[in-house]
């Protein structure tokens, strides 16, 4: 296993030590945790886009959040 550094705000870190504390894990297991979620399914998307080339233009994203925020359900564009 390696040991990586990075810098957090306050804010941050004691959300993250909140989080943790409920979890009954300990801080560093936690992010541990939830950067290998965020690796495992960052990766599985990249290997669907380049499998299949499709994608959403970032115009229709943009506009289908901004219609969500507008209280207006909308089909996720594909």
Same mark, same amino acid.
């Given at each position: 296993m390696t040991t990586l550094s990075i810098d957090l705000d306050e804010k941050t870190v004691a959300? &993250?030590?909140?989080?943790?504390?409920? =979890?009954?894990? #300990? +801080?560093?297991? &936690?992010?541990?945790?939830?950067?290998? =979620?965020?690796? #495992? +399914?960052?990766?599985?998307?990249?290997?669907?886009?380049?499998?299949t080339g499709r994608s959403v233009a970032q115009g229709d994203a943009i506009a289908w959040l901004e219609s969500l925020a507008r209280g207006q359900r909308q089909p996720c564009p594909r």
């Open positions: 959300r &993250l030590e909140s989080i943790a504390q409920a =979890a009954h894990k #300990d +801080t560093a297991s &936690l992010i541990a945790q939830v950067l290998t =979620a965020f690796t #495992d +399914t960052d990766e599985a998307r990249w290997a669907e886009y380049e499998e």
